[in-house]
């Protein structure tokens, strides 16, 4: 493998001819239209933001670009002037396309030498010993035009977070089946932390000074402002507007976002007439940092933000699901984190995010799923009664209409809405005082949802202080008297009834922006 | 290892995902979780016709019963960690070492009782090492029971100086082990008790179902509130002290042991409990009235292939196959499930 050539201009880098160029790009899933006859030029050199909200259209572009989807008949993509139909990821990359996701694709465990060799072999044949010390130069000079000195022996795992990403860059650009001509990056700062955003600022712009044309996905829009030129918004599937930067601020991308202008509430609190029941404060774990929150008896407050900005993390940190720094009380006692029995016995429920696993028992139908949170309350006489649990799980399906109404059903048997409400059902059935749930619809159909939000909405009339993270903002609007928006791992934000999804929407998209250090060079 | 978690994330069989009129008879029959017994029926009329002079006589009855008494002890302690998703290879070599240190410690002049009481305390201590390996330490159970079973192995050695142990003739300890009480061998008797107290822990108590919770979803039973690794760490606890009983009543029933005496005891056990997951329940879990059909089944089968002049490495190669055979039908019932 050789390095990638950075400083010299690259073939295509020249004159009018683009260095990607998509003609109505369509995607048709059933009969469900998700990308709607988009276009998208980027001149080489050229550093591109790409924006919208979740279900905008922008990864299923991507994944055509990709290879990864076939787009619909009559879609047209032009990699520095030539024509490419790309159906798988090879085609892709031969005409010069390279993408970086957010996952990275690196294997842990090997050496940057070694990862720069996946998929792409190592410049010898497929039986002859490895050049060890011309890999190892040739991964030096690599990592080295993109500003970045590590040690290219010790395993990835061990590198930091923009080093990763920085290695994954250099796989991605490095000349393979040809040159690299677009370098998509998918959300490459959504794992980084603050200060190496900016280190990966430097090395996204050595790469367009290569005159590789850089498209660049994020959510965060103050990243758009601090490091695209320009800036292209998808909203419904189509494309909306292609901008310079300098023509917009903020508020005006995040209108042609979400497609109207928006009114920004900020800081309003709700009048606290019932007595707070949970409590956290300075509560800190995974990604989230200090999260002060009270709720109250009755009270559904909800927790948004985009991946990446703690949100995911909150619902395991209220429950005390994991070790967590900061304190979490319910009625003023603490509850330890890392001891779901404690928590538990102190009166809370958790909904995870992760259905499957964590929530479903194999093998166990759906009687013993719900009486499991509590399995003494069918004991007499020294003895479980089966007749008991089904008679209970009977009541609990009637009553929350799961389909069918069969309690010997083996769970996992269920779809997603029904097993769902079995799982919220589970926690029901112990009037708890608690309930914290987690992404409560995900991939619940329509009318489970409608049924699922009666049921916490009721479960709150009865008293019981409701926490909801969710990453669907409808949700969150139709739920919650108040809602908290997260963003880099804190509060930049407190919604108050009346909420709309689109004020949730604006105010996540808005994160960070305040609070960044970047912003001085404004 | 991915196999860990096969005995226990076994959705159910075709009882409840069986549909159409076809598999009407076969849920109706009950062919799928009842199919062990049909084929322990299908044997016995097999070998009634095959030899019938031998096969269908009373100490038939007899030989099958003592040779099953031991491995279903055996069978019936791995149960439990594998409810819970555990494996414990070492159970037989508790086994092994148990059944010379009880012999040992009576040489020394120990009374029966406080031998035995003194070898189940090993095998708990045992156990307990077996758990914290497992759950303080986080070694894959199958890793660390087999490491243990090699150590124990070696210490069943060192009791015995590699000699056999014989038992006082007569003492109380060899009449507990021999004779027979209502025209069983006693052994038998301690396995029906001990089935009978695990069949109302694992089916009756909350403590059972904790056990399948676990085996069946192990993060979802900790978010419910399932003290998860204590219940692991007692179930390698019972798993050795039930080990060590069966040591304990295979010493007892010989009159004798030596220190090579146990491993022959891991795969009919492994097998039966495994085979016995598909059986009667019919939700994939290790349970105690499947466990002992499958143990009845594999001993008739195997004494029936003897007497009808099969060579003696018929055993381990029915063993075997039943092992395969149950964990295949448990993947495939698994599939469908899916």
Redesign the interface.
Known sequence: MSSPDLRGGTAGNGGATPALDVRSASKTFGSIRVLHDVDLTLAAGELRALVGENGSGKSTLVKILAGYHMPDEGTRIAVGGREVAPHHAGVSETAGLRFVHQDLALVGALSSVENLGLGRGYGNGRMRPLAWSRLRREAREAIGELGYHFDVDRPVATLGASERTALAVARAVSPHTSTARVLVLDEPTANLPGPEVEQLFGLVRRVRDAGIAVLFISHHLNEVFDLAESVSVLRGGEHVATRPVAELDETSLIELMVGHSVERHAGRRPSAAAATVLSAQRLSGGSVQRLDLDVAAGEIVGIAGITGSGREAVASLM?G?EPAAGTVTVNGSPIPPGR??A???AGMG?V?AERA?????????VA?NL???R??DF?RR???RRRLEYQAAAGWLEKLDVRPREP???L??LSGGNAQKVILA?WLRLQPKVLVLDEPTQGVDVGAKEDIHQRIEEAAGQGCAVVVCSTDNEELARLCGRVIVLGRGLETAQLAAPISADDITAACLADTRERSPREHHH | MSITTEPTAIDPGPRQTAVGSGSRLVRRLGIGRFSGIYVWALLIVLFAVLVPETFLTASTVRSIGANSAVTSLVALALIVPVACGLFDLSVAAILGIAAVLVLDLQARGLSAGIAVLLTLVAGAVIGAFNGFLVVKVGIDSFIATLGMSSVLAAGAFAVTNGNQLVAQVPSTFVTLGQGTLLGLPRPVWYAVAVAAVLYYVTERTTAGRYMYAIGGNIEASRLVGIRVDRVRFASLVTSGVLGALAGIVLAAQLGASSADIGPAYLLPAFSAVLLGATQIKGNGRANVLGTLVAVVLLATGIFGLQLAGAPIFISGLFNGVALILAVSLALRANRQAA
């Not at chain 1, 696993?357 to 139908?365: N, P, R, S, Y």
Request: no cysteine; charged share 20%; proline share 12%.
């Open positions: 429950f699901a779901p029995d928590s538990i016995a958790l995870p696993t964590k929530a479903v028992m194999l093998g166990h139908d013993e009486s499991i949170s399995p003494k004991v020294g003895s479980m010997r059903m083996p996992a048997a589970r």
